[in-house]
T-cell receptor, first 112, second 114 residues
Framework: DQQVKQNSPSLSVQEGRISILNCDYTNSMFDYFLWYKKYPAEGPTFLISISSIKDKNEDGRFTVFLNKSAKHLSLHIVPSQPGDSAVYFCAAGSGNTGKLIFGQGTTLQVKP | EPEVTQTPSHQVTQMGQEVILRCVPISNHLYFYWYRQILGQKVEFLVSFYNNEISEKSEIFDDQFSVERPDGSNFTLKIRSTKLEDSAMYFC????????????FGPGTRLTVT
């Protein structure tokens, strides 16, 4: 199932700089997109979401951008902190089913 | 802060045995889900559950799987006859409303089938 793809398996950034995580999707019926953060031995933690009727949503250091024409979304973390080091998953849903389709994840390392 | 809890954290079972994985969703949530993640692979949707009925299930969720909400707080996933390929992390999630998609996940149960 390749409907949601995160093409970068890993990303390394310096503390204080911007982290940009990317996600592409193929299903134009998706109407809701989410980002989750996951630490080892824990479940995914909800970070931020965006509806398809918007192109930007911001929550503190986290901003999600949605480009529907390109079927692309991104998560910006500014400024990045060492505690942000984790695996980040994008996920997408459609209709009213509650079913989420996840990407493969990107491992973010923020260096002090 | 309310959270989803899951027990056990790790379950080891022999092939062909039945296992029950347990979850306690967030108390005011009405929608419940199971996902799994095989090592090195994506998180995959298994099933959604609302009002004591399955709302949707994936192709993975075959006759060997069942879900139940036996009381007002627990939500269980049963695998009747485990296979080696059922070895995975199983995550329970819940949401207050279905349309929000903001699902809150438990810490997972690692199932190892030998």
């Amino acid at each position: 199932d390749q409907q949601v793809k995160q093409n970068s398996p890993s990303l390394s950034v310096q503390e204080g700089r911007i982290s940009i995580l990317n996600c592409d999707y193929t299903n134009s019926m998706f109407d809701y997109f989410l980002w989750y953060k996951k630490y080892p031995a824990e479940g995914p933690t909800f970070l931020i979401s965006i509806s398809s009727i918007k192109d930007k949503n911001e929550d503190g250091r986290f901003t999600v951008f949605l480009n529907k024409s390109a079927k692309h979304l991104s998560l910006h973390i500014v400024p990045s902190q060492p505690g942000d080091s984790a695996v980040y998953f994008c996920a997408a849903g459609s209709g009213n089913t509650g079913k989420l389709i996840f990407g493969q994840g990107t491992t973010l390392q923020v260096k002090p | 802060e309310p959270e989803v809890t899951q027990t056990p954290s790790h379950q080891v079972t022999q092939m062909g045995q039945e296992v029950i994985l347990r979850c306690v969703p967030i108390s005011n949530h009405l929608y419940f889900y199971w996902y799994r993640q095989i090592l090195g692979q994506k998180v995959e949707f298994l099933v959604s559950f609302y009002n004591n009925e399955i709302s949707e299930k994936s192709e993975i969720f075959d006759d060997q799987f069942s879900v139940e909400r036996p009381d007002g707080s627990n939500f269980t996933l049963k695998i009747r006859s485990t296979k080696l390929e059922d070895s995975a992390m199983y995550f329970c999630a819940s949401s207050e409303v279905r349309s929000s998609y903001e699902q809150y996940f438990g810490p997972g149960t690692r199932l190892t089938v030998t």
